[in-house]
């Protein structure tokens, strides 16, 4: 090798990268990193999440609107969705997590401090949007904008709680008035729906958040969706051009948007669970998958 290029700068670069990917290689292949919940990770692992973690949440919630917070009704809304979606995980006053949940790597913190690490914007972005590899989940599909904004307002309010004031937060409803009158929306409404209406087009990343946030992927290789190497379900790409649902039913919009609502009506037997897709998530997952030749 030519000494202009051994005493290159650039040249130890490359060397040292390409020796650092190998290690790496090597020490993934190898299986030496204790990926058990049981051993937690090492602190410098630790805190290299969690600074990375704050750091995008903050870059991300930076330009979130904050809405008026805090008054009664809200509050009670917003401890009932506390209680229906974070309670079992981070507890309350007086209240330890779920068992499952004392036993995640890394644990979920309480929420009584949070204010003093997260902006109200921020935990607003936290909830909606959740965290990777964390088990915080996203709730933007299970709970809309006043509940969301209701869960920051309580959990905001959680330092000022005693035990007694936590049990006291009750008889609110996780639901709001636009959220009711959907949910009492027919099918029937939608299997009437116009030829127009059947192929107007949709948004395609819409209907793969839809997916996402119903877990779908766990169990099916779906386009554009990213998932566990073995899967239980079949792939759904192609779906649009087959003749039947499950090996039987006739692939129609009315039939597939029934299925993904209820496959344990249509079939008993089949090891699809209801996941309570609302009419209109299922319309938009059914209208997309229609479209997948």
Same mark, same amino acid.
């Given at each position: &090798? $030519? ?39 090492? /602190? ?10 704050? /750091? ?34 981070? #507890? #309350? ?11 995640? /790597? ?23 949007? #959740?965290?990777? &590899?964390?088990? &915080? ?96 379900? $079949? $792939? ?58």
């Amino acid at each position: &090798m $030519p000494r202009r290029l051994r005493n290159s700068p650039l040249l130890w670069l490359v060397a040292v990268a390409l020796a650092g990917s190998a290690g790496l290689g090597a020490f993934i292949v190898a299986g030496v990193y204790d990926v058990s919940a049981v051993a937690q990770h090492t /602190q410098p692992v630790h805190s290299l999440l969690e600074v990375t973690m704050r /750091q995008s949440v903050r870059m991300r919630a930076r330009n979130v609107a904050e809405p008026p917070l805090g008054d009664a009704p809200q509050l009670l809304r917003g401890a009932a969705c506390y209680r229906q979606a974070c309670e079992s995980c981070h #507890g #309350g006053p007086g209240v330890a997590p779920a068992v499952y949940a004392r036993a995640l /790597q890394p644990v979920p913190r309480p929420l009584a401090d949070a204010t003093r690490d997260w902006s109200p914007r921020e935990i607003y972005w936290i909830t909606r949007n #959740g965290i990777k &590899m964390s088990g &915080m989940p996203a709730w933007r599909g299970h709970l809309d904008e006043a509940q969301t904004w209701a869960v920051v307002a309580f959990v905001a309010r959680l330092a000022t709680l005693s035990p007694a004031d936590y049990r006291a937060f009750a008889g609110g409803r996780c639901t709001t008035g636009a959220q009711h009158a959907a949910s009492q929306s027919s099918s029937a409404a939608l299997a009437g729906a116009t030829d127009a209406q059947e192929s107007a087009p949709v948004d395609p990343a819409q209907a793969r958040q839809l997916l996402r946030q119903y877990g779908c992927h766990a169990c099916h290789a779906i386009p554009g969706l990213s998932g566990p190497a073995r899967l239980l379900g $079949p $792939p759904l790409a192609g779906l649009g051009r087959r003749t039947t649902i499950a090996g039987r039913l006739p692939n129609d919009a009315a039939t597939l948007r029934a299925w993904i609502q209820h496959p344990q009506r249509l079939d008993p037997l089949s090891a699809m669970p209801e996941l309570e897709v609302s009419d209109a998530d299922a319309h938009v997952i059914a209208a997309w998958l229609a479209t997948l030749r």
